[in-house]
């Protein structure tokens, strides 16, 4: 059972309780399997896993419905502001320190919904949402080394001669040495065209939120040509970072040359030293007008100099979606990981994924 879906099985029931529905923890329990069953993209799905799993008489179906409305579209909620309090309150009396309010319930709904359903207000939140999100990446090995115990190193002569200084001669306490580890770099290459033009304004969010927030981070957007953006990007203010971030970007939601923007970075940037042993990440839905053949070859010569490629499509979450862009087809192939970007939940999950790469 996935760790959200019990999560929020749980804090759904809090509410319940707090409006006067008993919901035993064995309910809760089947609740959560429920969820993880249905998924929380579907609300009829999700309404009638909770009413089939929760209830127990006819009377509770009104104060579910209000629960329901105030815990997955706070928008529409019916709940007063009275009764959003006691909410509150009963949830805080039920379990000292762990109080689960609407508000909380309004984070978690923001979480799974896509980018594209967004209004201003809620990029706003989930700018605070993906600041918190950490880019802990692999570690490699390094060239340099680092002093270690003997059991672990090998012989450190200079470090040995020094310490013998102090022992009239005798090497006494030797020293060892072994190689240390580094983080890999994480290049990101995120697509600003057209198409993508609902989920590019979050997704320069998370890039800003990767770089201010990890060393050893590049990132670059593509259109019609290729634009470096980490010094844009390097500004702690997110706002100020992502205006400076536009004004260099020439071809904002222009076309798309997925082919020749990578053959830009390859030449230019990656086998001249950028990608070898990094983490490339590609964030592009894959819909190119340039020649797929293009941009097969390249995705080829990136694979070979880098440690993983991995491609984020905001569109793989969508219902029946299968990999049939042209682009999308031809890079396929030649990625590690194929993985969606259409949420905050969905990148919280890619920087699980290059912590394992």
């Not at 009638?48 to 579209?73: K, M």
């Not at 990094?278 to 097969?296: I, K, Q, Y």
């Amino acid at each position: 059972m996935a760790p959200e879906r019990a999560s929020t099985a749980v804090a759904f029931a809090r509410v319940l309780r707090g409006l006067g529905v008993a919901t035993p923890v064995g309910s809760v329990t089947t609740y959560a399997r429920a969820l993880a069953a249905v998924g929380l993209d579907d609300p009829d799905g999700v309404y009638w896993a909770g009413r089939a799993t929760l209830l127990t008489s006819p009377e509770q179906i009104r104060p579910y419905d209000e629960a329901f409305a105030a815990f997955w579209n706070p928008t529409a909620a019916r709940l007063s502001d009275t009764q959003v309090r006691m909410a509150h309150l009963r949830v805080g009396e039920s379990e000292a320190g762990d109080e689960v309010g609407v508000r909380y319930s309004a984070r978690e709904v923001l979480r799974q919904k896509d980018f594209a359903a967004y209004t201003k207000d809620e990029h706003a939140e989930a700018r605070r949402m993906m600041a918190d999100v950490r880019l802990a990446g692999a570690l490699r090995r390094s060239r340099r080394r680092r002093p270690t115990t003997r059991a672990r190193g090998v012989p450190d002569v200079r470090a040995t001669v020094r310490r013998a200084l102090r022992t009239g001669g005798e090497p006494v306490d030797r020293a060892y040495r072994a190689p240390s580890q580094r983080p890999r770099r994480i290049v990101l290459l995120c697509d600003v065209s057209g198409s993508m033009e609902p989920y590019s304004r979050a997704l320069l969010r998370f890039l800003h939120a990767a770089i201010t927030g990890r060393r050893r981070v590049e990132a670059f957007v593509m259109g019609t040509r290729l634009t470096r953006l980490t010094r844009e990007l390097a500004w702690r203010d997110p706002d100020a970072a992502l205006e400076r971030a536009a004004r260099a970007v020439p071809d904002w939601s222009g076309g798309t040359r997925l082919g020749e923007g990578l053959r830009a970075f390859n030449a230019e940037w990656g086998a001249a030293g950028m990608a070898r042993g990094a983490v490339v990440v590609v964030l592009s839905d894959g819909w190119d007008r340039g020649n797929p053949e293009l941009l097969a070859a390249e995705m080829v010569r990136l694979r070979r100099v880098a440690h993983r490629v991995i491609w984020v499509n905001p569109l793989k979450a969508t219902a029946g979606y299968a990999p049939l862009a042209q682009g999308m087809a031809a890079a396929l192939p030649h990625v590690d990981a194929f993985v969606e970007g259409h949420s905050v939940a969905a990148l919280e999950e890619l920087a699980r994924e290059l912590a394992r790469s």
